[in-house]
């Protein structure tokens, strides 16, 4: 039986290159996560929630950091 797609719109693949020591946090919470959860966490659902927080932080009117919606070149989608 297949596995269950976590993603349910067009997706892309990336391989990323990390510190062995990020990686080994990142397995540690996501392994206590799970166990607390009655669904499967990865590193990679880690991975891709800090992504999207980090996506919505500078699309923030507040952010400072010359990208977003109050900067003049911003990203379209």
Do not use: C, F, W
């Not at 990336?14 to 919470?29: G, T």
């Not at 009655?38 to 932080?57: C, G």
């Amino acid at each position: 039986m297949p596995r269950p797609a976590k993603i349910n719109e067009p997706t892309k693949t990336y391989n990323l290159l990390m510190k062995q020591v990020q990686y080994d946090k990142l397995e540690q919470y996501a392994h206590e996560m799970q166990r607390r959860s009655l669904e499967q966490v990865s590193v990679a659902d880690l991975i891709r929630d800090a992504i999207e927080l980090y996506l919505e932080s500078l699309e923030d009117d507040d952010y400072e950091g010359g990208v977003g919606s109050s900067a003049g070149d911003s990203v379209q989608q």
